[in-house]
T-cell receptor, first 116, second 112 residues
Framework: DSGVTQTPKHLITATGQRVTLRCSPR?????VYWYQQSLDQGLQFLIH???????AKGNILERFSAQQFPDLHSELNLSSLELGDSALYFC???????????????FGAGSRLTVL | QKEVEQDPGPLSVPEGAIVSLNCTYS??????FMWYRQYSRKGPELLMY????GNKEDGRFTAQVDKSSKYISLFIRDSQPSDSATYLC????????????FGQGTRLTINP
């Protein structure tokens, strides 16, 4: 167990729907990162939050949004889902020091989203 | 062109073989280089990280970085079936840049 908790583990939904993925970072970690992993694109960075504030955005679609709450857990909201959104969504956290160059990430086990 | 290129494999070798996994990159600003290992149905876990050029050894694993060639490698000696996983290289640039860039991952199978 990495200490990063993601729920749900699996999710099956239909096109056009909206889902929320949840992540609890490792105890003491202030940064939360969201990644999307698909077979053809590999692991793609979506967004980074540090202590409740958005710090960096990657290839995140406008249909997707995220937030980090005061208790440091984070949620990734995916709306108007399309077939191509089917993927593994990983959350990762890192220790305090958002500007650490080493940026060692601890990943959760992921949420597998299937859009039918 | 992707910032980080990694041969997705799959790569299959017999137990005990030396395995070489490689990544090339285009962004000369990358300073920190990492290898993550991902078992099936699990999240990636950090295996090794190095700063700038040079070698780093940890047990059966050796990471090499050649910044002049923009090329990094991970060597696994005396490979074991338990090493079967997907290996992802990752790298990040200047301090304060939050975006860790991953390679596509190489799927490795060690055959007993």
């Amino acid at each position: 167990d990495s200490g990063v908790t993601q729920t749900p583990k699996h999710l099956i939904t239909a096109t056009g729907q909206r889902v929320t993925l949840r992540c609890s970072p490792r105890s003491g970690d202030l940064s939360v990162y969201w990644y999307q992993q698909s077979l053809d694109q590999g692991l793609q960075f979506l967004i980074h939050y540090y202590n409740g504030e958005e710090r960096a955005k990657g290839n995140i679609l406008e249909r997707f949004s995220a937030q980090q709450f005061p208790d440091l857990h984070s949620e990734l909201n995916l709306s108007s889902l399309e077939l191509g959104d089917s993927a593994l969504y990983f959350c990762a956290s890192s220790a305090p020091g958002a500007n650490s160059g080493a940026n060692v990430l601890t990943f959760g086990a992921g949420s597998r989203l299937t859009v039918l | 062109q992707k910032e980080v290129e990694q041969d997705p494999g799959p790569l299959s070798v017999p137990e005990g073989a030396i395995v070489s996994l490689n990544c090339t990159y285009s962004n000369s600003a990358f300073q920190y280089f990492m290898w993550y290992r991902q078992y099936s149905r699990k999240g990636p876990e950090l295996l090794m990280y190095t700063y700038s050029s040079g070698n780093k050894e940890d047990g059966r694993f050796t990471a090499q970085v050649d910044k002049s060639s923009k090329y990094i490698s991970l060597f696994i000696r005396d490979s074991q079936p338990s090493d079967s996983a997907t290996y992802l290289c990752a790298m990040i640039g200047i301090q304060g840049a939050q975006k860790l860039v991953f390679g596509q991952g190489t799927r490795l199978t060690i055959n007993p």
